[in-house]
């Protein structure tokens, strides 16, 4: 039981271009989420999705997309990298609203 | 909106009690959690309180006044391995029942 997978574990990239955070889990879970973490802040909710097919903004989705074709797979997108989107990404998921969330291992992204 | 405070950093000795606190502001409060996060690691789940009072797992405990909007995370024999960040999460029914963290409290534990 592999829980939560993300790739990659870090990436750079330069300003402008775009990438793909991979996330997957295999707990057949509802509910997946995206946070970003950044030093001394508290994770902030990117973007979140209660089922396949339904996706909804969090608290900070600026400059980001997702999708969520299917149970499993619940990727981040980002098209315009900028500074501002240097973090550490978790993608989580839970089985419903009432319990706590398991955490992917997370993406170290920097943005030069 | 939410407002969730805990101290920045505290540190504490190998055997010791330490307990973090952790007060919100929330519209539709529905349930607050402890996560842990060792440095360069995922948050792990540790508890959960919806109702006033304390829940108590193994060395871990968590206490929640939902009238003072107040919890804390009780640490009993301290070990070494418990150095690492504790953060308190908040869930809003009003927010569409989204957990908001606070910006978690480092722990540092000396022999």
């Known amino acids: 039981n592999a829980g939560v997978t993300q790739t990659p574990k870090f990436r750079i990239l330069k300003i402008g271009q775009s990438m793909t955070l991979q996330c997957t889990q295999d707990m057949n879970h509802n509910y997946m989420y995206w946070y970003r973490q950044d030093p001394g802040m508290g994770l902030k909710l990117i973007y979140y999705s209660v089922g396949a097919g339904i996706t909804d903004k969090g608290e900070v989705p600026n400059g980001y997309n997702v999708s969520r074709s299917t149970t499993e797979d619940f990727p981040l997108r980002l098209e315009l990298a900028a500074p501002s989107q240097t973090s550490v990404y978790f993608c989580?998921?839970?089985?419903?609203?009432?319990?706590?969330?398991?955490f992917g291992s997370g993406t170290r992204l920097t943005v030069v | 909106g939410q407002n969730i405070d805990q101290p920045t950093e505290m540190t504490a000795t190998e055997g010791a009690i330490v307990q973090i606190n952790c007060t919100y502001q929330t519209s539709g409060f529905n349930g607050l959690f402890w996560y842990q996060q060792h440095a360069g690691e995922a948050p792990t789940f540790l508890s959960y309180n919806v109702l006033d009072g304390l829940e108590e797992k193994g060395r871990f405990s968590s206490f929640l006044s939902r009238s003072k909007g107040y919890s804390y995370l009780l640490l009993k024999e301290l070990q070494m391995k418990d150095s690492a960040s504790y953060l308190c999460a908040v869930r809003d029914r009003y927010n569409n029942n989204d957990m908001r963290f606070g910006a978690g409290t480092r722990l540092t534990v000396k022999p």
């Open positions: 989580a998921s839970s089985p419903d609203r009432g319990n706590g969330y398991t």
